[in-house]
């Protein structure tokens, strides 16, 4: 078959034996962990006898991204770096994958050869294996994987976080968002922005290293900082109060938005970690982040009731948010 | 919230939690296996130490179905059981799934709840429970299941078929395309068709017997007999002759098409065992199905090469068909 055929040409059949000849070639260093790989029914993983930690999420054209602003690898890595974020989130560490693909007949083999490698190679950076997936024709490109991880210790939970828990990120907060702001207008964002979007870090070592030393509560920032502590509150039965003054936000936000609270409390996609951290364990896992090299900053804290509460600068409350179904982005802009 | 409302008043957040609640409600007998069920970042289950197996499955509007063929629940149902079917066709006992739903905003959310619902209680059914998933928009509904089970022995493979093998089917053949027959040309087929498309039954405790009793090959009938057979063939690296008057046809089949080969052969979404059986064991299994009540039939026998040869009633070969893509329905008509 030739590369650029569409997949309508190259046929189903012919493409899926080719693709799981490849992704099995590929897979020398988990052969241990896998008794049959891609090609058959399905794949058999032969796990150590430790809890599985399993997630699922969807990147859909037209609502996720639009074709031209991802190269299909690209597109194929985002997939696997936002469901390894959601075990980092768990503190597992990442073993297998499925990669369920929908995509017009007019797709092109090559295209669809490189999305597949992207998802492969980004999984395989973190300890996985694509092990299996479907591929269904449909009018829209959709990535929907499946990932599986174990569990070696106590997972980060959303139910755990209790008032007077120090609240932390990872990283910096807007990044991603503020790259999408390019983006829906059809602008190429800064380089150091797209990366931040393009390729979220999972932040698995840190999310292991944390849960170790005894943190419980913890989950990746996907909707949004402001959307994901309702999350955290509302799972605890707690609330909660950010402090705008102390977002952590990157030079190239700061530049954008001197506060950054038009992309770091509203904006979604940052992949960090929001943590809930008893006060005694404040020094343990500073040292932690400290050791990794990653960026690990307190935004607030867990307090009793339900409310989010947003701090300004001055030390002022901007008022209560309750949740997203209520949230409008104007709201938190004082 | 009022159950007609679409989800876009709902509000994604607001769906979720009322399903998260629901799910976690119907999980009493597996909690021993689910430590983080529903609502986290990931569900977190504990297997038993056996290896896993795991798959998954699109089904796409305006690929797989159109509006109108199936109720919400019926959808949900038929996502878990071509699914459990990919289980069953490794003869692993299902133990948990996990769904992706892409839908468009006026999808209500009485409809979606039916869905999952439907989806939950079939899985529930042969013993596994749903413990996650993911929501997005789009403008087409699509489900995407992943589900895992565990082996607790051999599994049936597509790679072990070895000339001599005589090749069983289960159930009988064609009955989902004749069913699908009517509704693209926008029918109520037959309810006994209807059913056998809309709720395929997945033989798992057909193929575990089977397995446990030294069976090594076989697989799930999704493409048709013809292509299926082409893969078996393919993954071996053998041949295989079918036998056009052995193959086991329903009443309703017959009586639209009396020797079958434009449904059955052709036809896929049967979702029946197709196993390649040494001859030694064909006493064993054929016990092991009268036991369970499943009809077992033989229709033909791997041979040497890399042919699907089909033999016409009278013993004449139709001529060799060298697989799907090289494959059109008029060919193997008579």
């Known amino acids: 078959m030739a590369d650029d055929d569409p997949l309508s040409d190259v046929g189903e059949h012919a493409f899926l034996d080719a693709l799981c000849r490849r992704l099995r070639n590929g897979q020398g260093r988990f052969s241990l962990r896998i008794a049959i790989g891609p090609g058959d029914d399905a794949a058999v993983v032969w796990p150590s006898g430790r809890p599985l930690v399993m997630t699922t999420d969807a990147l859909v054209e037209g609502v996720h991204f639009r074709s031209g602003w991802l190269s299909p690898a690209e597109l194929g890595a985002r997939a696997a770096l936002v469901n390894l974020s959601d075990l980092a989130a768990m503190a597992a560490e990442p073993t297998n994958a499925l990669l369920a693909v929908t995509a017009p007949s007019s797709f092109q083999a090559r295209q669809l050869d490189a999305l597949i490698d992207g998802c492969a190679a980004a999984l395989a950076e973190h300890g996985a294996a694509l092990v299996g997936g479907n591929l269904s024709r449909s009018p829209l490109l959709t990535l929907t994987l499946t990932a599986i991880g174990e569990l070696h210790g106590e ?180």
Do not use: N
Not at 178 to 191: G, I, K, Q, T, V
Not at 207 to 222: E, F, H, K, P
Not at 228 to 237: E, K, N, Q, Y
Not at 297 to 313: A, F, Q, R
């Open 155 to 334: 997972p980060l939970r959303r139910d755990t976080a209790r008032p007077g828990d120090r609240l932390f990120v990872s990283g910096t907060l807007g990044d991603a968002s503020a790259a999408l702001s390019f983006l829906l207008r059809d602008e190429r964002p800064p380089e150091v922005l797209r990366s931040r979007w393009v390729s979220p870090t999972p932040r698995l070592e840190l999310a292991r290293r944390l849960a170790g030393a005894g943190v419980r509560t913890g989950l990746d920032l996907s909707d949004g900082l402001l959307v994901d502590t309702g999350h955290l509150c509302r799972a605890s039965g707690v609330g909660a109060r950010l402090r705008l003054d102390h977002l952590p936000l990157s030079a190239a936000v700061r530049a954008l938005d001197g506060r950054g609270v038009g992309f770091a409390i509203p904006g979604g996609e940052d992949y960090e970690l929001l943590l809930a951290v008893s006060p005694q364990l404040v020094e343990r896992i500073t040292g932690i982040a400290r050791d990794l090299g990653t960026p690990l900053h307190e935004i607030g804290e867990i307090i009793e009731g339900s409310k989010v509460e947003l701090m300004g600068e001055d030390g002022r409350p901007l008022g209560p948010v309750e949740g997203f179904d209520h949230f409008h982005q104007a709201e938190v802009r004082p």
